[in-house]
C-alpha cells in the first residue's frame, strides 16, 4: 500500500523529470533551427559579426565622347598608399638580431620617396611619427593619388609593408579642349560643372562590394566570399567635334588677344539638324586643374552670357515684314541718317548720310537703323513680338546646359515709343549665342527652326541607349520668305565694306554683322563698349553650316568688323571638315537703293 508519504516525492521527481525533458526539448529545437532549418543565415550573420571582413568595389564613371567617339572625359584608376609601420618596425628589428636579410627601411624609405616624389625625411617621418603615438599601429598613409607607374613600382619593390587600395579618378586627355562644355568633378568624385554635371545620373557608377570572413591570423576564409559587382556608368556622345573644337579654341583665343578683347566665342550649328559642332570660348578652364583659372571661367558664357544682339536682329525684322507685311527684298522706303518717328523716338544711324530710298536689300547691306524702323512700321508691334518669340528669342535653348541663361523681351504693352523701334534694330532687348543662332536656322533651313542639341545620347551599362527629349522644329517663315531672306543676307556679305575680309573663295555665304551696346547698370549704356557679333551661313544656296562669332568689349577694332578674321577661318575650317562642296552657281546680286 502506497501511503502520502511515499507519493509525494515521487509525483515530484516525475514532474521534474518533465520539466527538464520540456527544457532539453526546446534545446533541441532550437539547435535544429540553428543547425538545420536557418544554418545559413545564422553562420552568415555570426561571421558577420565575429571575423567580417569586406571591401568597397568602385565602379568606373562614364566616359564623355565627341561624335565621332572621341574620348573628352574618362575614368582611371589613382591608387592610395599606406604604410604599415609595425611591420616596418619588425623587420628592422630582425636585421638587428640577424634574423632577416631583408633591406632595412633606411635603404627602402629613400627608393619609396624616389617614387612618389616625396622627400626622404618626410616619408621616414610618417613612419615615426606613428610608432611614436602608437608602437603597434598598423597604418600610415604615404600618398594618395599615385599613378599605376607609380603603383607598380612601389609593388615592384616586394617589401610587405606597402599596400595601395585602387580608386577611380577623372582624367581630360584633351585637357581644356571643350573644357568649358565637359565641366569636371571635385576631389570627392561629385560632378561640378558642365555636363558632368547635368548628365551625372548618366555617368555616375553605382559601387559594389565585397564582404569575406577571416581567420585570426588575417587570411581570408576559404568559401566565405560573397560579391555584389559594382556597375559602370554609361558613355555620353556629344555632337561636337573635338579636332573643331580645338582648332576653333585656339582661333578664338588669337581672335580675342589680338583685339584687345574681354572674352569671345565661336558657336557652329549643322542647320538641318541643329546639332552643335563646335563651341569654342576663351578663356576657358582645363577640367584636369579647375583651380587654375578664376571661377567666372568655369561655366560656359556661350550657355550663360546674355548681351543685346545689335544689327543681327535687323535679319528678323526683314523676315517678319516680308512674311507678315508684303513685303519683298526690293520694297523700299525713304530713309536718312537720322529719322523721327511718333511718340517722339528718334533713330540714328552709325553713319550720316541724306535721305536715301533704300530697298529692303539695301538697309541690311547698309545696316541702317533708321530705314529697317521705317520697314518695322509695316507690321504691329504685336506681330514683330510674335514672330521674336517664334524665332526663339527669350526662351532659352532646348539644350538645358547647367545655369543656362535666356534672352529677355519686354510685352509690348511695357514698349514706349523708343523701345518700338530700338526692337527692330535689335537694342532694348537681349538674346544669346544658341537664341541667336536658333534664329537664324530656322532662316537658313528653309523657315523651320530646329532645336539645338549638344548631347547625341547616353549609353548604359547594359547598353540601352537614352536619345535626349528635344521639342518639335518649328515653322517661324514660309519657305518662301527663307529663299528670299537667303538672298538679302548673301547680298551683305558681298556688297558690305568687309565683304572682303570674310569671303572664301568658291564659296557663296551669307550673312550679318551686329555691334551691340552694353548696358552700364544704371539704365544707360557704356560710351564706346560694344558686344560684336557675326552669324553666316554657307553655302547661302544649300546652307549647311552656321557660325556664330562674338567678341566682348574688342578695343582695338570696336565695331563688328573685329570678328570678320576668326568668321572667315572658322567658317572655312568647318567646310573643310565636314568637306562641302564648293558652290556651282553663281549669286544674284539685290540693288540697294530703289
Known sequence: MTTRSTRSPRRRTVVALAVVLAVLGAFI?????????????????????????????????????????QTLAGSILRYDCQLDPKVIRQIDEDIAAEKSSADPWSTVSVSIATITGQKVDDVRAIVSDKLAEDPNSQYAELKKGLSTAQ?????????????????????????AVAGNLVGFVGVDGDALEGLERSYDSCLRATDGKLVYQK????????????????VDGGTLQLTINRDLQWYLQQLIGEQVQDMRAERGAILVVETSTGKIRAAAEYPTVDPNAPGGEGENVRGSRIFEGTFEPGSTFKALTAATVIDAGGQTPASTVIASSLENFPGGARVRDSFAHPAYLYTLTG???????????????????????????????????????????????????????????????GQGLTTTMPELAGAYTAIANDGVRMPLSLVESCTKADGTVVEPDLPEPTRVVSESTSAQMKKMLENVFLQAPYASAVEIPGYR????????????????????????????????DDPQYLVVVTLDEPKKVTSSAANATAFQKAMTQVLKTYRVMPSTTAPELLPKFG
Open 151 to 175: 603603383y607598380r613600382a612601389l609593388m615592384a619593390l616586394g617589401v610587405p609593408y606597402v599596400a595601395c587600395p585602387p580608386n577611380p579618378a577623372r582624367a581630360y586627355p584633351d585637357g
Open 509 to 540: 555665304l551669307a550673312g550679318k554683322t551686329g555691334t551691340g551696346e552694353k548696358s552700364d547698370g544704371n539704365g544707360g549704356y557704356k560710351a564706346g563698349v560694344y558686344y560684336t557679333t557675326m552669324v553666316g551661313f554657307a553655302p547661302a
Open 29 to 69: 529545437v532550437r539547435l535544429v533551427d540553428i543547425q538545420v532549418v536557418n544554418a545559413d543565415e545564422h553562420v552568415a550573420d555570426s561571421m558577420e559579426r565575429a571575423l567580417a571582413g569586406g571591401q568597397v568595389l568602385h565602379g568606373s564613371r562614364g566616359s564623355i565622347v565627341d561624335a565621332s567617339g
Open 215 to 230: 581567420g585570426k591570423d588575417g587570411v581570408v576564409i576559404p568559401g566565405t566570399q560573397r560579391e555584389q559587382p559594382a
Open 363 to 425: 538697309v541690311l547691306i547698309d545696316s541702317s537703323n533708321a530705314g529697317i524702323s521705317k520697314f518695322s512700321e509695316t507690321v504691329p508691334a504685336g506681330t514683330r513680338y510674335d514672330y521674336l518669340e517664334r524665332f526663339g528669342i527669350g526662351a532659352g535653348s532646348s539644350v538645358a546646359f547647367p545655369g543656362e541663361a535666356a534672352g529677355d523681351i519686354h510685352p509690348v504693352s511695357e514698349w514706349g515709343a523708343q523701345t518700338t523701334y530700338n526692337t527692330s534694330f
